[in-house]
């Protein structure tokens, strides 16, 4: 089952497995239902932090330093609880900017300086080839221990192997061809490969999965469990400090140091900046990832003490290497099926962390080295050129192999030598140079490039001098004398006692020579002089990421453009038809028809600028927007004005926000009032007319009948007595005038006085029709009453409603016809209240007139032959006794057919309620 | 707004706790050869401070309220 | 031969006394109770002087008012209107659209009878 057919087969199967599955990621982020939406699959790309240097390398470690391991996996645990703000900040950086690699974050911090990013990626470069160097080996040796099965024999490499028999060269081919499939299917602005990441989201599960089976098989099947195996220990005392101590070479220092450069590592790996940020499709994933990532770490963790402790008691003197351990103790177990699948996790940590390791580089090496040295030469005229976007692919294509092939000849030249077996935490120092210049410039305004470049070349060369060539040396590449006498033989230089530095790790006093070089050259060289332009206009855009509003870059570019220019340029590099494509969205999104106008304006210009920037980095975006833009250059006084401004305004804006709405608030309140008031002049000054109007009208009848009898003593009696009786009736219609006014000016002003009480509405009803039966009578009309008994209490004022029940009454009255009058009063029980109807027969009021009838001194007599007797002020006064009892006042009626007034009343509350005065419904 | 910062304080909180679990000098104190369960000190002690410290990290990435 | 005179008024107890006052006086009284039924009067009767209360039902004083100055049979009758809203917009109104007089409400008899007989020359 073990032979290399089966393997070949087995291998080439999970891996056509993976490119299905990249396959299916991309056809689905094509068509925008994204396969990797999810913050599960997105913690497991995270997972790609766990290469071969964990799934082989962890129990190697763990059989000679105990648990030193641990802290490599504890360190990115801790960062992860910070990674909602460092890595949200990048994220947001990242899409904001287009910003492609870990290279074009630092480059476009620092103005989008070519240097910067340049030596970013060789630093990037240098730390990580010996490391995908160590994937090769970690696979092409396990394949070797396989195909012994089902002897266990240490592989060991023949130097004089011909390159075309090693089976390492072929698995670095096979690789590149993979990457270059994965990585560089096409050019997009956002550089993102939802493919790959699935396919890697897999890739961790399996060998997440395959790690744990091994640690089952050894902890339960070949011993008794955990207890068991820390029991087989007692004869075994050799190996007893592993389990119970901090390794005494690595001390606390040397743990701390491993977690702070591990959590840095998480970070600025580019791999994890690929999947972490890069890839990332959703900043909320980061919220569960957070905690997803180092469950992930701390199960696949779980079994590596017990393997090796198993591993070293097992394999006790026969020279079995503990690395192999994870595949040899499954092997010396027959467990064919289990050595395989863990053959397969092995393949899995170590192509996973080739793919997105190389496609960082390769981006990195693309848009950060190469272009801008292509774009420089005048000679090829690149700048130029039509189109560039297959140019562009296959520089990235080229930069995938020759990164793949430069790994396989640092595995061929290194072997098994030290500088191999420590690169893990060697790369990890090397990147970790990275950070002074990446959270020093999103969180500090004043760095500035000068800074960047002094302090990531200072620690890049302490790296080198303390860590790397150290490792040569011990390899045997360089004399020993090197470490033991310093260089130039000068002792103070010894480069893993600098100074006289001694008594810690050499990874500790690494990290604390680089970084002391490092943030000290950083911080020194930008404090030098002030920020320029560029550099503080990008400082602001990466230090105010967070901050919610649109990004300011736009509002620091003046100039001219042409919008065909542009979209010239950007055709160039990413094909004609994709620009057509992004500029048709960006007319679009901003709807404004911007491909109709011949000048672009900032906003424009920005967008153009990142869209190259995700095809050719940001620093040679920069260049080339520069060449079809003529830019008006803006003084530092400007920039910093502009700055300032932009960051008062942020400050400030959501205070502004604040205080502006409650300025409107209170505009719009002032405007009401004032509309009150002047609709209550209006009113006021209505109602002073109308009642002018009402006065003087009796008022005139009075005046004349007066004279007439003043002026003539000797008129007859009946005239006489006939102008007394109307002086008398035009009097009480004064009066009646008179109270009504000041009846209603009282209610309407909350004055009148209520005598609230619970009252039997029929009682009141009937004593209403009692009062007018008079009036009837004198009509010949007919009253019919249809009162129910025992009806619920309602709560009002009883001379109030009386009130009410006459006016309605009388009303109906005076529209009888004479002699065939019916008017009808029903009293109804409804879900909430009584209800009150008194209908008559008379002509009844037309629709348009049934609201109006309810306002002051509108009497509606046009269909009546005669102008209505009263005061006009009947109704509204009722209908505002009742909605002040909390019910409703209203006519229905059909012209011709009569007319039916109608009240409710609500029930009186429950009786434990206050019973007293009412507050009003409305 | 308020659960955002809540919830980011607690995180904060949970970083911080597993400073302190991680390193010296609460280290020392479990960095001893005896065993809990038959399971070494400082082993079952690491392991059992990572879990702490995760799901701290869940509460306070997951949790709706308060 | 007697001047004829139209009281137009929706306000009976009005029109009952100053019918009263210019029967007394001598006068032909006619009387309109809406505007509608008073522009019928004036084209049927031909009344020399119309006393027209602003505010009725049907059309009012200033309809009516124009109604008869744009007909160029009736320019010799004479118009005086009557309303309860003193106001001066309300006079210049009534002036503008050809009233030969106006009076406030309540008016005294005697001025009444003074502004009827000017209007009518006598």
């Known amino acids: 089952m073990l032979q290399a057919p089966v393997l070949i087969a087995v291998s080439l199967l999970y891996l056509g497995l993976l490119f299905a599955v990249a396959w299916w990621g991309d056809r689905r982020a094509d068509r925008g239902r994204s396969l990797i939406d999810s913050p599960t699959i997105y913690a497991l790309s995270m997972a790609v932090y766990c290469t071969t240097w964990t799934f082989y390398g962890s129990v190697g470690r763990a059989a000679v330093s105990g648990i030193g391991f641990l802290p490599v996996y504890l360190g990115p645990t801790l960062v992860m609880a910070l990674g909602w703000f460092i890595l949200l900040k990048m994220i947001r950086i990242v899409k904001a900017n287009r910003i492609t690699s870990i290279a074009d974050f630092i480059s476009s911090r620092y103005g989008k300086s070519h240097l910067l990013g340049g030596l970013v990626t060789i630093i990037a470069v240098v730390g990580i080839v010996p490391y995908i160097a160590l994937q090769l080996k970690a696979v092409s040796s396990t394949v070797g221990l396989l195909l012994s099965y089902p002897e266990i024999v240490m592989p060991h490499r023949s130097p004089t192997m011909s390159v075309a028999a090693d089976i390492s060269f072929y698995i670095a081919l096979i690789l590149a061809a993979f990457t270059i499939v994965f990585g560089t299917r096409h050019l997009d602005a956002t550089e993102r490969h939802e493919g790959m990441v699935a396919a890697i989201a897999l890739e961790s599960s399996v060998k997440l999965v395959a790690f744990i089976a091994v640690g089952v098989f050894v902890t339960y099947g070949m011993y008794g469990g955990f207890g068991d195996i820390f029991e087989h220990l007692a004869t075994h005392p050799e190996l007893q400090r592993l389990a119970t101590a901090i390794p005494s070479g690595q001390g606390y220092t040397g743990w701390f140091s491993l977690i702070v450069l591990s959590a840095l590592a998480v970070l600025f790996l580019p791999r994890q900046f690929q999947v972490a940020v890069v890839e990332n499709v959703n900043e909320s994933h980061l919220r569960r990832a957070a905690w997803l990532f180092p469950l992930y770490l701390l199960l696949i963790n779980v079994f590596v003490l017990p393997i090796a402790l198993g591993g070293l008691m097992h394999f006790s003197g026969q020279g079995v290497d503990a690395d192999t351990f994870v595949l040899t103790l499954p092997m010396s177990q027959r467990q064919e099926g289990l050595a395989l699948l863990v053959f397969i996790g092995g393949l899995s940590a170590g192509t996973g962390m080739v793919i997105v390791e190389t496609i960082a580089l390769s ?560 | 707004m308020q659960r955002r910062i809540l919830g980011r304080d607690r995180l904060i909180a949970a970083f911080l706790v597993g400073c302190v679990l991680f390193n010296y000098p609460l280290l020392s104190v479990f960095d001893r050869p005896s065993e809990i369960f038959g399971i070494p000190m400082i082993f079952a002690y690491i392991f059992f401070a990572w879990v702490l410290v995760i799901a701290l990290m869940a509460w306070a990435s997951e949790a709706r309220s308060g | 031969m007697n001047k004829k005179i139209l009281i137009a008024d929706d306000e009976q107890n009005i029109v009952i006394s100053i019918e009263f006052l210019l029967r007394r006086e001598g006068f032909e009284v006619l009387v309109a109770g809406d505007g509608e039924e008073a522009l019928a009067k004036v084209r049927g009767e031909r009344p020399d002087l119309v006393l027209l209360d602003v505010m009725m039902p049907k059309m009012n004083g200033f309809d009516v008012c124009q109604a008869l100055r744009s007909d160029p049979d009736l320019a010799g009758t004479r118009i005086l209107m009557l309303t309860a809203k003193g106001r001066d917009t309300e006079v210049s109104k009534g002036l503008g659209l050809g009233a030969d007089g106006y009076m406030t409400k309540p008016f005294s008899t005697k001025e009444l009878l003074a502004e009827v007989r000017k209007l009518l020359g006598m």
């Open chain 1, 363 to 922: 981006t990195m090496v693309c848009n950060d080295l190469v272009m801008p040295l292509l774009l420089r030469q005048r000679r090829l005229a690149l700048a130029e050129s039509k189109d560039l976007s297959g140019l562009l692919l296959s520089i990235r294509r080229g930069a995938i192999v020759v990164i793949l092939l430069l790994g396989y000849c640092y595995f061929r030249l290194a072997g098994e030598a030290y500088a191999l077996v420590a690169i893990g935490l060697i790369s990890f120092a090397a990147v970790a140079q990275f950070a002074p210049a990446i959270i020093g410039g999103m969180y500090w305004r004043g760095g500035t490039r000068g800074g960047a470049l002094a302090g990531l070349l200072a620690g890049f060369i302490v790296w080198g001098y303390t860590l790397l060539l150290p490792s040569f040396a011990k390899s045997g590449w360089l004399p020993n004398d090197f470490l033991t006498q310093g260089l130039f033989g000068i002792d103070l230089l010894r480069p893993q006692q600098l100074f006289g530095l001694s008594g810690i790790d050499e990874i500790s006093h690494c990290l604390f020579w680089s970084f002391l070089a490092n943030i000290g050259a950083y911080v020194g060289v930008s404090l030098l002089r002030p920020p320029m332009v560029a550099e503080a206009t990008q400082a602001t855009v990466f230090v105010d990421a967070l901050q919610e509003s649109g990004p300011i870059g736009a509002v620091l570019w003046r100039g001219r453009a042409k919008v065909s220019d542009l979209q010239e340029l950007v055709g160039r590099f990413l094909g004609p038809a994709r620009a057509e494509v992004a500029f048709a969205g960006y007319a679009r999104r901003h709807g404004g028809r911007q491909g109709d106008k011949l000048e672009a304006d900032a906003r424009l210009v920005q967008f153009a600028e990142s869209l190259l920037a995700g095809a050719i980095g940001s620093a040679s975006a920069r260049v080339m927007v520069a060449s079809v833009a003529k830019e008006e250059p803006l003084s530092i006084e400007e920039v910093m004005h502009i700055l300032d401004e932009a960051s008062q305004l942020r400050t400030y804006s959501r205070e502004l926000e604040r205080k502006s709405r409650e300025l409107t608030a209170a505009t719009l309140e002032l405007r009401e009032a004032n509309e009150r008031l002047q609709e209550l002049d209006r009113v006021k000054d209505d109602i002073m007319s109308s009642v002018t109007h009402e006065l003087r009208t009796p008022l005139t009848s009075i005046r004349a009948f007066s004279e007439l009898l003043r002026d003539d003593p000797k008129m007859h009696l009946p005239d006489r007595e006939r102008f007394l009786g109307l002086i008398v009736s035009e009097t009480e219609r004064l009066t009646r005038l008179i109270n009504q006014t000041l009846d209603l000016a009282k209610i309407e002003s909350g004055r009148a006085d209520w005598n609230a009480c619970e009252l039997d509405l029929k009682e009141v009803i009937e004593q209403s029709v009692a009062a007018t039966s008079q009036l009837f009578r004198e009509k010949e009309a007919h009253v019919d009453l249809d009162l129910p008994d025992n009806l619920p209490l309602i709560m009002g004022d009883r001379d109030r409603l009386i009130q009410v029940m006459l006016n309605l009454l009388s009303n109906a009255a005076k529209f009888l016809p004479p002699g065939s009058g019916r008017v009808r009063v029903m009293l109804r029980l409804l879900a909430d209240g009584l209800q009150v109807s008194v209908t008559d027969n008379g002509p009844g009021i037309r629709p348009q007139d049934q609201e109006l009838i309810f306002e002051k001194f509108r009497q509606v007599g046009d269909t009546m032959t005669a102008k209505p007797s009263g005061t006009g002020l009947g109704l509204p006064i009722s209908r505002r006794i009742v909605e002040y009892l909390g019910g409703r006042l209203w006519v229905e009626s059909v012209p011709g057919e009569g007319a039916t007034f109608l009240f409710t009343l609500p029930f009186a509350p429950q009786r434990e309620l206050a019973v007293g005065q009412q507050e009003p419904a409305a």
